[in-house]
């Protein structure tokens, strides 16, 4: 039996990058898949490939971001896991970030997780049964590099906002938990390589130099973890956001 027989699951950002990698564990694992994505192209090419559901969704408009739940219930009656994967990752330091960047990086890495997460333990909540939700954190969550201001603020709220719901909702059996992810082998990571960074094509080897593990992250071992925590195997692990990263926080050399 696959760890997500009959559930059904909900990708938001779920259609490259992490969230791609997602959705194809999740119907590897039996899930009955629904994923939300800004483009239409390679959301509807990934549901092609996967079999999963594709509805197109920007999700820093809030309606949007409760799409996808409106969509999985519409297809399967209910959702039973949610995981949040969208991110933006543009560059802004405390003195330069725009009024229009920081609410640009809050409407798509704390709010739209927020009201994805408000849409669906409705749901739960409404049918009195359980469920699990996942959050796509960062290290940044922890400090971050100077020219991550407003992302690392909003992932640092995505924290807090996962241990405020999951307490709030462990009586209604709702497990929520955020896995904080760092630098990450993605289309997505490599395009911000090389319009903020002036990479070239060797920047992954490069990179892995200089990482205790000698890799970047995998999106495909990232999305095995975020499985499990969807599953009834994470047990009643609930309120935890998890380090999936090569440094340890709080430690120095």
């Not at 994805?116 to 699990?132: I, K, L, N, S, W």
């Not at 205790?212 to 935890?240: C, H, N, W, Y």
Request: charged letters at 20%; a negative charge; glycine letters at 12%.
């Amino acid at each position: 039996m696959g760890l997500l027989d009959t559930k059904v699951v909900l990708v938001n950002g779920g259609s490259q990058g992490v969230g791609a990698a997602v959705v194809r564990a999740a119907v590897r694992e039996g899930g009955s898949v629904v994923l939300t994505g800004r483009r239409d192209d390679v959301g509807a090419a990934l549901a092609a490939e996967t079999g999963a559901r594709f509805v197109r969704a920007d999700l820093a408009d809030p309606v949007q971001a409760r799409a996808g739940v409106d969509a999985a219930v519409a297809a399967y009656g209910r959702v039973d896991c949610l995981v949040n994967a969208a991110g933006l990752t543009s560059r802004g330091s405390l003195l330069n970030t725009s009024p229009e960047l920081f609410d640009a990086h809050m409407a798509v890495n704390l709010r739209a997780p927020f009201f994805a997460m408000q849409a669906a333990v409705a749901d739960m909540t409404a049918r009195e049964a359980p469920g699990t939700i996942v959050n796509i954190g960062s290290n940044c969550a922890d400090g971050g590099p100077p020219h991550l201001a407003p992302y690392s603020a909003a992932k640092a709220g995505l924290a807090g906002l996962t241990r405020n719901a999951a307490h709030a909702h462990r009586w209604d059996r709702i497990r929520i938990n955020t896995l904080n992810i760092g630098w990450t082998d993605t289309e997505g990571e490599d395009a911000t390589q090389r319009a903020f960074h002036g990479a070239g094509d060797d920047w992954r080897e490069q990179a892995a130099k200089g990482l205790p593990m000698g890799k970047l992250g995998q999106p495909d071992e990232i999305a095995d973890f975020v499985v499990f925590l969807l599953s009834e195997r994470s047990g009643v692990v609930t309120g935890s956001v998890l380090d999936w990263d090569q440094t340890v926080p709080g430690a120095s050399d």
